[in-house]
Nanobody, 120 residues
């Protein structure tokens, strides 16, 4: 697998969780790393990302609560989620946009997904 996710779980409203996603060395050039989520019965939606230029972008629904950062040494993207709400409940997917080693085609790569449930 090109991406391996960890984190997620069950948390009460107002709580925090951290997701992690490590990209394999097979993705030799990374344009952006981030996260999408898909709630039950809904379409997958953008949550946020960090670009190779170190800029970040977030969905309005998570601004001020979620923080995405990148560990360049470990080729990992992290997402700290604070003040979680029941509407944050979803399967969260890591996304990396980049180039596989030895190719010149930019593509999107996806993690296996991890469940985040916010409930009392």
């Amino acid at each position: 697998a090109h991406l391996v996710e960890s984190g997620g779980g069950l948390v009460q409203p107002g709580g925090s969780l951290r997701l992690s996603c490590e990209a394999s060395a097979s993705i030799s050039v990374i344009v952006a790393m981030g996260w999408y989520r898909q709630a039950h019965g809904k379409q997958r939606e953008f949550v946020g990302h960090v670009t190779s230029g170190h800029s970040t972008d977030y969905a309005d629904s998570v601004k001020g609560r979620f923080t995405i950062s990148r560990d360049y040494a470990k080729n990992t993207v992290l997402m700290q989620m604070n003040n979680l709400r029941p509407e944050d409940t979803a399967v969260y997917y890591c996304n990396v946009r980049g180039y596989l080693m030895g190719t010149n085609v930019q593509d999107d790569y996806w993690g296996q997904g991890t469940q985040v449930t916010v409930s009392s």
